[in-house]
């Protein structure tokens, strides 16, 4: 019984001793809480001005809120005795083995920063990314996503999309299309640009202004090879518009023939 009545008053006696600590670990945290609610408004405010795309913004907020809170619970754990720098060596290891074995998700990682960074496209561009054409529906930290005109999604890891050739074609507005076709040499090539012209004019998507061309690429012996320019004002429309005039030219080529 006495035995019993003295783990008591020890554990009553270690318990009033450790309070105060607990109590100093609690503010500590609960000060750092409060610091993250105050500067949050003035971060979301800078990170709006800078012009940074909403996921990239999202993001940083997020770490920002992770490292404070964070070091606020280190140093509140650290208030109660408890030894932080063993635990933190133990979990650094366990990172860098973790960063090892996840390095190709880490490199997309990085490279969807360097992507909200530079902003070389946005969502709902139309870009062509190595051999895919078509428009960016969704940028993540780690993969670009592309619905194709077969209405296919396509997902490209970001590592890839920072490391090949890029194309925009919705970054300056209107787009001009390029349909090349062969006639025969022999014929009136000045009648046949007219021609080809005035049925280019007519279709759907084609801007007037500035109004399409008939360029010759090349003559040879097989007849010559023509260009023919022509501007829409939504690169969305490029490959429709280029089916449209191909269509038409045809028979325009046909009745000189």
């Not at 973790?98 to 990682?109: E, Q, R, V, W, Y």
């Not at 007519?202 to 090879?225: H, S, Y």
Request: no cysteine.
């Amino acid at each position: 019984m006495m035995w019993n009545q003295l783990n008591v008053e020890q554990l009553l006696t270690q318990l009033v001793a450790w309070l105060p600590r607990l109590f100093s670990a609690i503010l500590i945290f609960i000060v750092f809480w409060v610091i993250y609610r105050l500067t949050k408004p003035a971060l979301a405010g800078i990170l709006s001005g800078s012009g940074f795309d909403r996921t990239l913004s999202g993001m940083l907020e997020n770490i920002y809120r992770f490292t404070l809170l964070t070091f606020g619970a280190i140093m509140a754990v650290n208030q109660l005795g408890i030894n932080v720098g063993a635990a933190l060596a133990g979990l650094g290891v366990v990172g860098l083995t973790i960063g090892f074995a996840a390095k190709d998700t880490l490199s997309n990682i990085m490279a969807g920063f360097l992507i909200f960074w530079d902003k070389p496209f946005h969502t709902d561009d139309w870009v062509t990314l190595g051999a895919n054409y078509g428009k960016v529906t969704e940028i993540t930290m780690r993969t670009t996503r592309l619905r194709t005109w077969n209405n296919t999604l396509v997902i490209i890891p970001n590592e890839t999309v920072i490391n090949q050739v890029l194309v925009n074609h919705s970054a300056n507005g209107r787009a001009r299309v390029d349909v090349p076709i062969t006639v025969a040499a022999k014929g009136d090539l000045p009648a046949t640009r007219e021609a080809i012209i005035r049925a280019v004019g007519g279709i759907e998507g084609v801007l007037q202004d500035p109004p399409p061309t008939v360029a010759v690429k090349a003559i040879g012996a097989a007849g010559a090879e023509l260009m023919i320019q022509a501007w829409v004002s939504d690169p969305e429309q490029e490959q429709p518009v280029a089916f449209r005039i191909l269509e038409a030219a045809k028979p325009a080529v046909d009745k000189l023939s």
